[in-house]
C-alpha cells in the first residue's frame, strides 16, 4: 500500500553533502546534476533559509537529454574541470539523484585522469540530508587525513564540529557554544566545515577536545579524529555538565567551577529573577510541542517540560515525522506555543489557531543570522524564557478593555439558552485550548453559537449546533 507524503521537510543527501562541502573555504563542488536541478541548493533555498547568499563555490554539470539519454556526463564533467582548474581551489564531484539514476560513478575516470579529485556518492536517493551530512564530514576525515601517528596535542584547544550551510541558527548557538568555551580558559582552534578548509582537517586530531554541535550528524567523524568529545548542551543542566566535562578532559576543573559560578551570578540571573516572579506560576499551564531537527527538538522538551515544568503535548523530531498526523494531533488540540517549521505553521493558519509559532527549524522563511538568539547553553535558556514570558505578556494585554474611538453599535439581540448538554460539550472545547487564552476563547465561542441559533431561528443552543462551528 502507498504512503501519502504530506508536505516533506527535511531533504535529501545531495543537500546534506552540498551544504557541507561548500562551506569550506578551498573547494569548489561539481554537482553533476541536471539543469535547474543545482539551482534550489545555489540560489533558492539558500535565500530563503537564514538568507544564505548564493554560493558561488558550486557549478553544474547541467545534464540534459542527451547525456541522460546517451552519451553520460563524462565529457561535461572535464570540460567544466579544466575551467576551474585555473582558480587553484581542489575540487570536489558530488552525484545527485538524476545523476545516480544513469549510473555516472566518475571514480575511475577521476582517478586515471586527476587524481587530485575525487567523487561523492552523495546517495541522494537513499538518504537524507542529516545522513548525508554525517557521512559527507566522515568521508572528508578518511579522504583528506593521511594515515599515520597522530600529531602532538595543543593543549588548551578544542575544535566544534557540525555548522554546515542550511542548519537552523547556526551563527548564534555557534557563539554561545564559543563563548562557553572560552569561558573554562580554553582556545577554539577549529570550526568544521565552517571557518576550515581542507588543508586543516588533519590539524583537528591537534585538538584535546573536540565538541560536536548536532545530534544528528558529527559524532562519525569526531570518532575518526581519536580525540575525546562531547555533545554540545542544551538547557541548565546539560549546560552545567558540559562545562564540567570540558575542565575534567582539559584538567582545568577549577577554572570549569569558577566559571559556572560566574553564569549564575551574571548570564543566568535572568532565568532566576522570572522563576521567582509572579510569571513562574504561569509555567505549569504553558502547553507546547516541537516539530524540528532532533537536536531542538529534544533539547527544548527537556528544559521547557522536564526543567522548566511546562507542558510538551509532543515532540517531534523532522526526519521521523509524520506530517499527516502531526495536523490531526493540531486539529484535535492545538498547543499554547508550537516550536515548529513552515508546514506546522501552515497547518496551524488552516485551523485559524491562537498558537503562538515561534521557528524552530528549517524549512521555512526566517533569517537567524543574528549572534543574540541562541537556543543552546545558558544563554539560550534565557532567551528562549524570555520570549515565552514576552509572548504570555502579550497574550494577556489582548484581554485588556481597550476604549475604542468610536463606540461599537448597541445591539438588542435576545439572549439564547443553552441546554445542559450544550454547555457540557462547550467546557470540553474550552479545556483543550491554551489555559490562558480558556476565557476569551470561550467568550467567542458562545457569541458564535448564538448567533448562528438565532440566524436559524433555533430557541436554544445545543451539542449538534455547537459542534458545527468547530
Known amino acids: 500500500m502507498t504512503k501519502t507524503i504530506r508536505d516533506e521537510s527535511t531533504a535529501s543527501a545531495f543537500w546534506g553533502a552540498v551544504n557541507t562541502f561548500c562551506a569550506l573555504d578551498d573547494v569548489h563542488v561539481i554537482a553533476d546534476a541536471p539543469v535547474g536541478c543545482y539551482n534550489l541548493v545555489g540560489v533558492a533555498v539558500m535565500d530563503y533559509t537564514d538568507a ?18 546517451s552519451s553520460g556526463s563524462t565529457g561535461r ?17 558530488v552525484s545527485s539523484a538524476e545523476s545516480e539514476m544513469i549510473g555516472s560513478n566518475h571514480t575511475a575516470m577521476l582517478k586515471q585522469h586527476y587524481p587530485d579529485i575525487h567523487f561523492f556518492n552523495s546517495n541522494s536517493l537513499g538518504e537524507n540530508e542529516w545522513t548525508g551530512r554525517d ?55 577549529h570550526v568544521y566545515p565552517f571557518a576550515s578548509s581542507l588543508e586543516e582537517i588533519a590539524e583537528l586530531r591537534k585538538s584535546e577536545v573536540v565538541v560536536v554541535m548536532y545530534k544528528e550528524f558529527g559524532q562519525q567523524a569526531a570518532e575518526l579524529l581519536g580525540r575525546p568529545f562531547i555533545q554540545a548542551p542544551f538547557g541548565l543542566k546539560e549546560t552545567g555538565n558540559f562545562i564540567e566535562e570540558l575542565g575534567r578532559l582539559t584538567g582545568r576543573e577549577e577554572e570549569a567551577a569558577m566559571f559556572i559560578r560566574e553564569e549564575k551570578a551574571t548570564t543566568l540571573k535572568p532565568v532566576w529573577d522570572l522563576w521567582r516572579g509572579p510569571q513562574s506560576e504561569w509555567f505549569p499551564t504553558v502547553r507546547f510541542g516541537v516539530a524540528a531537527d532532533a537536536t531542538y527538538a529534544e533539547g527544548l522538551k527537556r528544559f521547557l517540560a522536564d526543567e522548566m515544568g511546562m507542558q510538551c503535548l509532543f515532540c517531534h523530531t523532522s526526519p521521523e515525522t509524520d506530517n499527516n498526523k502531526l495536523r490531526e494531533s493540531l486539529q484535535k488540540e492545538q498547543p499554547q506555543f508550537m516550536f515548529g517549521r513552515m ?60 476604549s475604542r474611538s468610536a463606540p461599537e453599535p448597541i ?60
Open 77 to 93: 564533467l572535464q570540460e567544466i574541470i579544466r575551467e576551474l582548474q585555473p582558480e587553484g581551489k581542489r575540487l570536489l564531484v
Open 411 to 470: 445591539r438588542n439581540e435576545p439572549e439564547v439558552p443553552w441546554t445542559a448538554e450544550a454547555n457540557k460539550v462547550l467546557e470540553t472545547i474550552v479545556s483543550k485550548a491554551p489555559f490562558i487564552s480558556q476565557i476569551s476563547f470561550g467568550r467567542e465561542l458562545r457569541k458564535k453559537a448564538e448567533a448562528l441559533a438565532l440566524k436559524e431561528g433555533h430557541t436554544t443552543v445545543t451539542p449538534e449546533l455547537l459542534q458545527r462551528l468547530g
Open 343 to 402: 508546514p506546522d505553521k501552515i497547518y496551524l493558519a488552516e485551523l485559524d489557531a491562537k498558537t503562538r509559532f515561534i521557528p524552530a527549524g528549517f524549512p521555512g522563511p526566517i533569517v537567524r543570522r543574528a549572534l543574540g538568539t541562541p537556543f543552546m547553553g545558558h544563554a539560550g535558556t534565557v532567551y528562549l524564557l524570555q520570549e515565552i514570558v514576552n509572548a504570555l505578556y502579550d497574550t494577556l494585554f489582548n484581554f485588556l478593555p481597550i
Open 135 to 189: 557521512r559527507a564530514l566522515a568521508w572528508l576525515c578518511t579522504t583528506f587525513i593521511e594515515e599515520g601517528p597522530a600529531p602532538p596535542v595543543e593543549p588548551g584547544t578544542v575544535s566544534i564540529i557540525g555548522p554546515t550551510y542550511g542548519c537552523f541558527n547556526s551563527p548564534s548557538d555557534l557563539a554561545e557554544i564559543k563563548r562557553l568555551i572560552a569561558g573554562c580558559g580554553l582556545k577554539v582552534q
Open 52 to 69: 544564505i547568499p548564493y554560493l558561488e563555490n558550486l557549478t553544474p554539470t547541467s545534464l540534459t537529454e542527451k547525456e541522460i539519454g
